[in-house]
């Protein structure tokens, strides 16, 4: 039986969900997709805080698709006709989505995982983020060579210099912004070949799992050349073959998590991406607002590493889970 205490948690998060990180306005036009295969509560959930701001809401319900697979012709339609949407159902970086963004919708990816939602919405100030992430990126995008360094062997060096930040602060503002919700991340790309050297990543693997041996990738210009550990590493080079596919090989893009709620979690990886201080590294696919070189892929991976130390231009960003800005 569900309690009050949950159904009224569930309202606050939602809430928070579309005034704070999605700024619905009064009179929008609000789109909220969802799948047959989720959540009907929280979708009723979603539209019914939506309503209350005054805008003109609109919920589809289809049944689900493939990763990757475009959708529904008429969910495209519907899609590049709203000016936010928010989105349950498998969207990554499909036509459908870049033809939204260029008709100026912000889309918002909100996970399913309801106890998720609610420990990186509810007592978070989103304002304090965004104003961290701005020193941040003030930072990285007047930088020019960063070192990424961890206690577990991770050593590696590469070229931002010209590198735009892609703002992942949890707040989604501009026409044609896409984030993932609840936040927060910030993200780059290095330029591509500059990257060399040694990742260990002690966390996880995407889409391995947590990992018992820690996994040590050997990057040369940009891509990964040896796999080393124990048998997490032998599975994640198995996935990453069977792909067929080279573009998987290259490193993508770096994150750093910025929510001060989240910890570590062996059950959701995305939770732990978020943690406060977590950089994370991405190989495969890469989303067109990352402006590098390397395009859509077979798939995408994300790759977590605790306590990290990361430089720029010799100085200390990054130590010990705190920034230093």
């Given at each position: 039986?569900?309690?009050?205490?949950?159904?009224?948690?569930?309202?606050?998060?939602?809430?928070?969900?579309?005034?704070?990180?999605?700024?619905?306005?009064?009179?929008?036009?609000?789109l909220?997709?969802?799948t047959?295969?989720?959540?009907?509560?929280?979708?009723?959930?979603?539209?019914?805080?939506?309503?209350?701001?005054?805008?003109?809401?609109?919920?589809?319900?289809?049944?689900?698709?493939?990763?990757?697979?475009?959708?529904?012709?008429?969910?495209?339609?519907?899609?590049?006709?709203?000016?936010?949407?928010?989105?349950?159902a498998?969207?990554?970086?499909?036509?459908a989505?870049?033809?939204?963004?260029?008709?100026?919708?912000?889309?918002?990816?909100?996970?399913?995982?309801?106890?998720?939602?609610?420990?990186?919405?509810?007592?978070?100030?989103?304002?304090?983020?965004?104003?961290?992430?701005?020193?941040?990126?003030?930072?990285?995008?007047?930088?020019?060579?960063?070192?990424v360094?961890?206690?577990?062997?991770?050593?590696?060096?590469?070229?931002?210099?010209?590198?735009?930040?892609?703002?992942?602060?949890?707040?989604?503002?501009?026409?044609?912004?896409?984030?993932?919700?609840?936040?927060?991340?910030?993200?780059?790309?290095?330029?591509?070949?500059?990257?060399?050297?040694?990742?260990?990543f002690?966390?996880?693997?995407?889409?391995?799992?947590?990992?018992?041996?820690?996994?040590?990738?050997?990057?040369?210009?940009?891509?990964?050349?040896?796999?080393?550990?124990?048998?997490?590493?032998?599975?994640?080079?198995?996935?990453?073959?069977?792909?067929?596919?080279?573009?998987?090989?290259?490193?993508?893009?770096?994150?750093?998590?910025?929510?001060?709620?989240?910890?570590?979690?062996?059950?959701?990886?995305?939770?732990?991406?978020?943690?406060?201080?977590?950089?994370f590294?991405?190989?495969?696919?890469?989303?067109?607002?990352?402006?590098?070189?390397?395009?859509?892929?077979?798939?995408?991976?994300?790759?977590?590493?605790?306590?990290?130390?990361?430089?720029?231009?010799?100085?200390?960003?990054?130590?010990?889970?705190?920034?230093?800005?």
């Amino acid at each position: 039986m569900v309690k009050i205490s949950q159904i009224l948690d569930l309202a606050l998060a939602m809430r928070i969900l579309v005034n704070d990180c999605c700024t619905v306005k009064e009179g929008e036009n609000v789109l909220i997709l969802g799948t047959t295969n989720r959540n009907r509560e929280l979708l009723d959930s979603v539209m019914a805080a939506t309503l209350a701001t005054g805008a003109n809401a609109s919920m589809m319900i289809t049944n689900s698709w493939p990763r990757g697979v475009e959708p529904w012709k008429m969910v495209a339609e519907a899609m590049k006709g709203a000016d936010l949407l928010i989105n349950f159902a498998p969207l990554f970086n499909q036509q459908a989505v870049r033809d939204a963004q260029n008709a100026g919708c912000r889309i918002a990816s909100v996970s399913r995982d309801v106890g998720f939602l609610k420990r990186g919405l509810i007592g978070v100030d989103y304002d304090e983020i965004s104003k961290l992430h701005t020193k941040i990126a003030n930072v990285l995008e007047k930088g020019k060579n960063m070192r990424v360094t961890t206690e577990a062997g991770t050593d590696i060096t590469m070229d931002i210099s010209g590198r735009s930040v892609v703002r992942g602060d949890g707040v989604v503002r501009e026409p044609g912004e896409m984030q993932w919700l609840p936040g927060s991340q910030l993200n780059q790309a290095a330029i591509e070949e500059s990257a060399n050297g040694t990742l260990v990543f002690d966390w996880s693997l995407m889409p391995i799992g947590t990992v018992k041996t820690p996994v040590k990738l050997t990057i040369k210009e940009g891509r990964i050349v040896d796999f080393a550990g124990g048998e997490e590493a032998d599975a994640y080079k198995k996935w990453m073959d069977s792909l067929n596919d080279q573009r998987m090989y290259w490193l993508c893009h770096y994150s750093f998590g910025l929510n001060p709620k989240y910890k570590l979690n062996p059950e959701n990886e995305s939770e732990s991406e978020r943690v406060m201080g977590v950089v994370f590294f991405g190989f495969g696919s890469q989303l067109q607002t990352f402006k590098g070189k390397l395009g859509a892929a077979a798939a995408h991976s994300d790759c977590i590493m605790k306590n990290a130390t990361v430089t720029i231009d010799g100085k200390i960003l990054l130590k010990d889970n705190k920034f230093y800005v």
